[in-house]
T-cell receptor
């Protein structure tokens, strides 16, 4: 069974500094996708970044980058130049790309990031 | 605005009452999902519909039923609400399962309290 582990329940970062949010996953499948979502206090789920298991380069989206280490089964989110608006819950998620349960997102428990001015 | 629309946004039920949470998407997505989010937990999949006419159980289906009414609409029904079903419910959709470029779009959530 898939499992997503986010070991940091909460983190603080100083404004304008970079921060890394950890995510490890457990699957024996070779074809999967990894996602990061942001959930601000207003509650909506905001898609940040996607990494496919066969992608050779780490994904980047603006200030967000995904440090993908396939052998270690880790998919850490790096936020550069933190802003006050980055304060939110961050969820790592994974999905199979093929098979009976393809497309179903499995979420970690999240990391609450607080950006200090 | 295009996206996923959930109704209602808030609901309070008494134990044993029934209700249906509605979800509609206007992006022509094939797949739709219902998740619940509890404090300290990530989102957990209740049911999903990979395509119109199909539904399948997710991780926590007990106490729920679903209907994929058409391609646009996917409803979640609580037949006899229990306090353990107090949660925030999210509906989501994606173009196709297995498509590497699928972007899941989430609704804004329904906050349900069962007393």
């Amino acid at each position: 069974a898939q499992k997503i582990t986010q070991t940091q329940p909460g983190m603080f970062v100083q404004e304008k500094e970079a921060v890394t949010l950890d995510c490890t996953y457990d699957t024996s499948d070779q074809s999967y996708g990894l996602f990061w979502y942001k959930q601000p206090s207003s509650g909506e789920m905001i898609f940040l970044i996607y990494q496919g298991s066969y992608d050779e380069q780490n994904a980047t989206e603006g200030r967000y980058s995904l440090n993908f280490q396939k052998a270690r089964k880790s998919a850490n989110l790096v936020i550069s130049a933190s802003q006050l608006g980055d304060s939110a819950m961050y969820f790592c998620a994974m999905s199979y790309l093929y098979g009976g349960s393809q497309g179903n997102l499995i979420f970690g428990k999240g990391t609450k990031l607080s950006v200090k001015p | 605005n295009a996206g996923v629309t959930q109704t209602p946004k808030f609901q309070v039920l008494k134990t044993g009452q029934s209700m249906t949470l509605q979800c509609a998407q206007d992006m022509n997505h094939n797949s739709m999902y219902w998740y619940r989010q509890d404090p300290g937990m990530g989102l957990r999949l209740i049911y999903y519909s990979a395509s119109e006419g199909t539904t399948d159980k997710g991780e926590v289906p007990n106490g729920y039923n679903v209907s994929r009414l058409n391609k646009r609409e996917f409803s979640l029904r609580l037949e006899s609400a229990a306090p353990s079903q107090t949660s925030v419910y999210f509906c989501a959709s994606s173009p196709l399962p297995g498509n590497r470029n699928y972007g899941y779009t989430f609704g804004s959530g329904t906050r349900l309290t069962v007393v």
